[in-house]
């Protein structure tokens, strides 16, 4: 085989140091999309990906050691949120009124201001003894 025969092998793209430094920034402002960005830089974002990798290393070593080489507990304070008073239910509306119901001949009235959970439980009654 000779040399004419080989594919030719891709040079990969060599980005600068600052370039690369811009483009993570771009990326972790907030709100950024890592593949809009990239998009927009014309590179992949799983490349964009891997440069915010390093750039979280390289802030995580430039990090100051704590001085026992311990992690360092933070204190926290738990504070009761507030509990929202519950609504008052509103006010039943006053009606003056007769409801008749006809059932399997008999007749039901219900007069005045009638909660739903009552006429359910009547209805219900009265379908039971059919």
């Not at 390093?54 to 802030?59: C, E, I, N, P, S």
């Not at 992690?71 to 738990?78: A, D, H, K, R």
């Not at 008749?100 to 439980?121: H, M």
């Amino acid at each position: 085989m000779n040399d004419q025969d080989t594919p030719s092998k891709r040079r990969r793209r060599e980005h600068s140091p600052m370039f690369k430094r811009e483009v993570v920034a771009r990326s972790l402002a907030p709100g950024a999309s890592v593949a809009a960005v990239a998009l927009e830089a014309g590179i992949n974002s799983n490349l964009l990906f891997a440069w915010r990798r390093m750039h979280r290393d390289v802030q995580a070593q430039n990090l100051p050691p704590t001085p026992s080489g311990s992690p360092v507990l933070l204190p926290v304070t738990i504070e009761a949120a507030p509990v929202a008073a519950c609504p008052e239910p509103a006010a039943l509306r006053q009606t003056s009124g007769t409801i008749e119901i006809d059932v399997g001949g008999a007749r039901v009235r219900l007069r005045g201001t009638v909660d739903e959970a009552s006429v359910r439980y009547v209805l219900q009654t009265l379908n039971a003894l059919r």
